[in-house]
C-alpha cells in the first residue's frame, strides 16, 4: 500500500507541476493580453485626441480671439477711416453734428427723385373709381390693422376731386388714409434700405467705390456738410407712419384743401423758389408759397427731406435718434412735441396733432410695412 501510495504520488506530483506551469503560463499570457489591450486603448485615446485637437483648433482659436479681444464697436472706426478718406481730418463731436444743411430749397429737386415712370400716370380719379379698385384689389384698412402689411401697387397720384362731397366724415378719413398710407410707407421703406445699406458700408473693413460714390449722392441729397457721417446717420431715418398721416390730415383737411387738390401738397410745406400755390389770405408783400408736386408721392419725399434736413427739427431729429438707441423703435407721440416750429401755432398744433394721432388710431400703422413682391426683397425688409 505504501508503494501504491508513492507510485500515485509521483503520478499526481506531474500533473500538479503541469496545471501549475499551465496555470502560470495562462496567468502571463493574460497579463500580457491586458498589457497589449492597455496600450492598445492608449493609443487610440491618444490617436483621437489629436486628430479632435486637428480640426477643432481653428475653431478654438477663432472662439478665444473672438471673446478675448475687447468690444470695439466696427462702424466708428469705419467712419473713422471714411472722414480721413473723404475730409482728411478727425472726426467731429457727435454733440455737433446736425447743425447745418447745405440744402437752400429741400423742394426744388424732388421730382428729379421720382423717376419719369412714377410722373407720367397722372390721371385723376374719382373717388367711386378709387373706391372700386381698392374694394377688387381687396385693399381696406382692417386687414392691413391685421396682417401689418400694405400693397404699395395701390399708389394713387392725385386725391379725388369729391373728397369735400363725402359728407360720412369717417368714410372720408378711411379714404385719406388709404390713398396716404401706401406713399408713406413706400418712402420709409426706401429709407430704411439706405439706412441699412449706411451701416453696412461703415461695417466693412474695405469699400469700392461704388460705395463711396453712394454716399457722396446721400451726403448731397440729406444736404449734410464735411461729409459728416454723425450727421447722416442722424438724418437718414423714417418719419413714423402715424405723424405723418396726423400732419398730413391736419395740412390738408383730411384731403379737402385747395393746395392738395390743385398741387398735391399734402403737407402745406412753403417754398421761395420752386413752383407753388400763393395762399389766399398771405399778404401782398409776401414771397413765399407752398410748395406744388406733379404727384403725391412727390410731396412725401419732400415732407420727409423737410423734416430730415431743415434746421428747425434739429431737436426732432435728435430726439429719434435717442429712441433708436433706446429700443430702436419711434415713439410718434414723443417725437410730435419736437415739431412746435412746422407751424406758427407751436406748441398748439403740436398738441393738436397728438388728437389726431389717439383719436385716429393712427399709431396702429407705425409698424405696417409692404407687401414684398419677392423673396429677396422681403429678406431686406
Do not use: C
Amino acid at each position: 500500500m505504501a508503494k501504491k501510495k508513492r507510485i500515485d504520488s509521483i503520478f499526481v506530483k506531474p500533473n500538479s507541476i503541469k496545471l501549475k506551469k499551465f496555470k502560470d503560463e495562462y496567468k502571463n499570457k493574460k497579463v500580457y493580453h491586458n498589457k497589449d489591450l492597455n496600450s492598445l486603448s492608449k493609443f487610440s485615446l491618444a490617436s483621437t485626441i489629436i486628430i479632435l485637437i486637428f480640426f477643432g483648433l481653428p475653431v478654438i482659436t477663432n472662439f478665444l480671439s473672438e471673446s478675448l479681444k475687447p468690444n470695439i464697436e466696427v462702424s466708428n472706426i469705419s467712419k473713422k477711416n471714411f472722414d480721413l478718406t473723404f475730409n482728411n481730418k478727425k472726426i467731429v463731436n457727435d454733440e455737433n453734428a446736425d447743425e447745418e444743411s447745405n440744402i437752400e430749397n429741400v423742394y426744388d429737386d424732388i421730382d428729379v427723385f421720382i423717376s419719369e415712370e412714377d410722373n407720367s400716370n397722372t390721371i385723376r380719379f374719382s373717388a367711386s373709381t378709387i373706391e372700386q379698385l381698392f374694394e377688387d384689389t381687396k385693399y381696406n384698412l382692417k386687414s392691413v390693422k391685421e396682417t401689418k402689411l400694405v400693397n404699395i401697387g395701390n399708389s394713387i397720384d392725385h386725391l379725388p376731386n369729391e373728397m369735400k362731397k363725402i359728407e360720412n366724415i369717417k368714410k372720408r378719413k378711411n379714404l385719406f388714409i388709404q390713398i396716404v398710407l401706401p406713399l408713406i410707407i413706400e418712402e420709409n421703406t426706401k429709407i430704411r434700405l439706405d439706412r441699412k445699406k449706411l451701416f453696412a458700408i461703415l461695417n466693412k473693413n474695405n469699400n469700392s467705390k461704388t460705395d463711396k460714390d453712394w454716399l457722396i449722392k446721400k451726403f448731397k441729397q440729406y444736404g449734410v456738410k464735411k461729409n459728416d457721417f454723425s450727421t447722416l446717420k442722424i438724418r437718414m431715418d423714417e418719419i413714423p407712419v402715424s405723424l405723418a398721416i396726423a400732419q398730413a390730415a391736419k395740412e390738408t383737411g383730411w384731403g379737402t384743401s385747395r393746395f392738395a387738390q390743385e398741387g398735391n401738397a399734402l403737407f402745406g410745406q412753403w417754398t421761395w423758389s420752386g413752383d407753388g400755390i400763393k395762399p389766399a389770405g398771405a399778404d401782398s408783400d409776401s414771397t413765399h408759397k407752398v410748395a406744388k408736386f406733379k404727384v403725391l408721392k412727390a410731396s412725401v419725399k419732400a415732407y420727409q427731406r423737410n423734416l430730415n434736413t431743415h434746421s428747425g427739427y434739429k431737436d426732432f431729429r435728435r430726439e429719434r435718434a435717442i429712441q433708436r438707441d433706446n429700443d430702436g423703435k419711434l415713439n410718434s407721440l414723443e417725437l410730435v412735441k419736437f415739431l412746435d416750429k412746422y407751424a406758427e401755432t407751436g406748441a398748439e398744433y403740436t398738441k393738436i396733432l397728438k388728437q389726431i394721432i389717439q383719436q385716429n388710431s393712427l399709431t396702429e400703422y407705425d409698424d405696417v410695412k409692404i407687401l414684398p413682391t419677392t423673396k429677396k426683397l422681403k429678406n431686406l425688409i
